[in-house]
Nanobody, 123 residues
Framework: QVQLEESGGGFVQAGNSLSLSCAAS????????MGWFRQAPGKEREFVAA????????NYADSVKGRFTISRDSAKITVFLQMNNLKAEDTAVYYC????????????????WGQGTQVTVSS
């Protein structure tokens, strides 16, 4: 059984930083593209960032461009999301997801999901 588990969420003041991690339970995912998505209450799940299987290419939503950085560890089993200069609108449950192709910005393209980690940013 392949699973993803997010960690690192919490409560922070606007302008501060937070780092999220997503650990895969199986090395099969080392060859998968990985994405970060977020969902606030009453809203649809939205794309945040994605990285290809090798970690050589990354994409970001316009809302987080320049503030967030996605990366993978050397074994490509763990994906990270470094979030700087957090804003109140960043408050959401953050999910990592995996797919065996190039990364996309659409949650429906991802078949493997973690349970999510809550990020709350106070003004």
């Amino acid at each position: 059984q392949v699973q993803l588990e997010e960690s690192g969420g919490g409560f922070v003041q606007a302008g501060n930083s937070l780092s999220l991690s997503c650990a895969a339970s199986d090395r099969t995912l080392a060859s998968y593209a990985m994405g970060w998505f977020r969902q606030a209450p009453g809203k649809e799940r939205e794309f945040v960032a994605a990285i290809n299987w090798s970690g050589s290419s990354a994409n970001y939503a316009d809302s987080v461009k320049g503030r967030f950085t996605i990366s993978r560890d050397s074994a490509k089993i763990t994906v990270f999301l470094q979030m700087n200069n957090l804003k109140a609108e960043d408050t959401a449950v953050y999910y990592c997801a995996a797919r065996p192709m190039t990364s996309t910005k659409y949650p429906e393209d991802y078949a493997i999901w973690g349970q999510g980690t809550q990020v709350t940013v106070s003004s």
